[in-house]
């Protein structure tokens, strides 16, 4: 036994601790592929020791994957392992080497894992099984099988890969698939519910077309179809047999059966429809085949618009008013003799009460009597003069002298009037200033007494009316403002035809409902326009706006100064 001093005992330690240093750095150099060779001194001599299983490049390959890889024994012990393996379990690489490799197997994969390794030994193979690192966590992995033969005897090589992203790549994909099945499903419910619609519509559109034509065929009037851009793509059998054309030959030859005197005129109007998507309507002659003759037609159209407001097409008719029209001009001619007819006893009847009304020493009551049938006759001889009035409209005939007028003067003075003649209503005139047209002083007079006339008629409550007169971009403007019972937007559309009245479901107002168009004729006569603004118990606003006359200075200055003069002598 050899003795050891207790002075030699830091040299050996420090001998001891270098070549375990020395041991150590051997073996992490045979591990990363640094040597592939030794040499031990022993009692033999040195002696040269070769890794002949290790290649370096394999080793260094195998250290920097990215896959696992372990050398399993026929124990299944593991000889080596590389960092990745040892990184994927969870475990220090050095407490690696020499475990069991079954250890790392999950529970339900070790029966698979048994066939795996049993098929590695015999040849290359490939499966998936499941590892559990030191979490107890189950990881899914591909393990590649290959035998090796070392000296130490026969190897296994096993390449682990990491199948956790695939296999949640998977789960989603399959999640996905599910869900595309779904809306595959649901597509196929709407598809074949859309198939049902569609052949619903269809059918429904069929008939809904086939009643069109066979209304539009079976009543008098023509009718026709175009498309949103005015082009004609459809007429009734009316259309065919009034003008003997094709539809070929009358969308060629439209010019051939309208009257020349009224087709530019009704194309320009057609046109303007179209353009400005507003309603047609407009009276022309068409010729009518069986005997050549020009008959007057009123043809009228409206559009058609979906649900986003866009025309899909145009809808219109034309109807045969011949002989309505000729009723209309008998009418009107009757109208025209009786009140010429009625002029002249009236005129002696009015000077016989006036007689009779001047005689001194009448009774009272027959003074009375005389009076009421003064006021009688005032108002047949206003309503004849009316008659008289749209007699000449319709002749065209309709002419007055025109003079420079103040609207403003005009105004003042009707509103004077008007608070002597309906001393129960309350007459305001807002604006001030002169406002100079050219126009007849006692036609306009008519037409503002006319729109006062009508508001105290509309009126019966609320006894406030307001005449108001402005100047508005080049135009002068009266409007007649009450507080009356109002009207309708589809009687606004009309209250300015001939012989139309608003009857308020609880107000019926006497007349004939003349006086408007009447008015409305003066101030077309004029180059003026016409307008109205209602609404239901919310009174009513008639207007009409002329064209401003361009003054001389001149006569503007002498028209100042003659008023000046005038009132220096008041």
């Given at each position: ?455 105290v008629k509309y009126s019966p409550n609320k006894h406030a009316i307001t005449v108001q007169i402005e100047k508005t971009n080049d135009c002068g403007k009266v409007s007649v403002i009450d507080e009356g019972v109002g009207m309708s937007a589809a009687d606004q559309k009309r209250i300015l035809e001939r012989f139309y009245r608003s009857d308020h479901n609880k107000f019926i107002a006497s007349g004939l409902g003349m006086g408007l168009y009447i008015s409305a004729e003066i101030v077309k006569e004029h180059n003026g326009t016409m307008s109205v603004r209602s609404k239901l118990n919310d009174g009513s606003v008639f207007s009409f706006s002329l064209p401003l006359a361009e003054v001389p200075k001149k006569t503007a200055n002498s028209t100042s100064k003659r008023k000046s003069s005038m009132d220096g002598q008041k």
């Amino acid at each position: 036994m050899k003795t050891v001093s207790y002075d030699t005992i830091p040299a050996e330690l420090e001998e001891l601790r270098l070549k375990l240093q020395e041991a150590t750095d051997t073996l992490e150099a045979i591990r990363t592929g640094q040597v592939d060779a030794l040499v031990v001194k022993d009692g033999d001599g040195h002696q040269l020791y070769t890794l002949k299983s290790a290649d370096q490049t394999y080793r260094v390959l195998i250290e920097k994957m990215k896959e696992g890889a372990v050398t399993l024994n026929c124990d299944e012990i593991i000889l080596y392992s590389n960092s990745q393996f040892a990184s994927m379990i969870g475990l220090p690489l050095a407490n690696v080497t020499g475990l069991r490799f079954t250890d790392f197997i999950a529970e339900k994969s070790k029966e698979s894992f048994r066939d795996l390794i049993k098929k590695g030994w015999e040849s290359d193979s490939k499966g998936e099984v499941l590892l559990i690192n030191k979490n107890n966590d189950e990881i899914p992995f591909l393990l590649s099988f290959t035998s090796l033969e070392l000296d130490e005897g026969q190897a296994l090589s096993i390449i682990l890969t990491d199948l956790s992203l695939q296999k949640e790549n998977e789960k989603q994909l399959q999640q996905k698939n599910i869900q595309l099945e779904e809306a595959r499903y649901a597509l196929t419910k709407i598809n074949e519910h859309l198939e049902e619609l569609v052949t619903e519509r269809t059918r429904e559109l069929f008939l809904s077309r086939e009643h069109f034509r066979f209304l539009a065929d079976n009543i008098p009037v023509i009718v026709w179809t175009t498309r949103p851009d005015g082009t004609t793509d459809y007429f009734n059998k009316q259309w065919f047999e009034y003008t003997g054309l094709s539809f070929e030959q009358s969308m060629k030859s439209m010019e051939s059966v309208i009257h020349p005197d009224d087709f530019n005129s009704a194309l320009a109007a057609w046109e303007e429809a179209v353009k400005h998507e507003k309603i047609f309507e407009r009276e022309y002659r068409l010729k009518r085949a069986i005997d050549g003759a020009y008959r007057w037609h009123l043809g009228k159209g409206q559009a058609f618009r979906d649900e986003a407001g866009h025309i899909i097409a145009w809808f219109g008719t034309s109807t045969d008013i011949e002989d309505q029209k000729k009723e209309i001009e008998r009418k009107d001619e009757f109208i025209s003799v009786a009140s010429h007819e009625l002029k002249t006893p009236l005129t002696s009847l009015k000077g016989y009460m006036q007689l009779m009304q001047s005689q001194p020493q009448l009774p009272d009551d027959t003074k009375l009597y005389i009076s009421k049938g003064n006021i009688s006759v005032n108002k047949l001889q206003h309503l004849i003069n009316d008659l008289l009035d749209v007699s000449k409209i319709k002749a065209g005939k309709l002419e007055f002298d025109k003079n420079l007028v103040d609207l403003d003067s005009l105004v003042e003075n009707c509103v004077e009037n008007s608070n002597y003649m309906y001393p129960g209503y309350r007459f305001t005139k807002e604006g001030k200033g002169s406002v100079m047209v050219i126009g007849n002083a006692e036609r306009l007079e008519q037409v503002i007494m006319n729109l006062v006339n009508n508001a105290v008629k509309y009126s019966p409550n609320k006894h406030a009316i307001t005449v108001q007169i402005e100047k508005t971009n080049d135009c002068g403007k009266v409007s007649v403002i009450d507080e009356g019972v109002g009207m309708s937007a589809a009687d606004q559309k009309r209250i300015l035809e001939r012989f139309y009245r608003s009857d308020h479901n609880k107000f019926i107002a006497s007349g004939l409902g003349m006086g408007l168009y009447i008015s409305a004729e003066i101030v077309k006569e004029h180059n003026g326009t016409m307008s109205v603004r209602s609404k239901l118990n919310d009174g009513s606003v008639f207007s009409f706006s002329l064209p401003l006359a361009e003054v001389p200075k001149k006569t503007a200055n002498s028209t100042s100064k003659r008023k000046s003069s005038m009132d220096g002598q008041k």
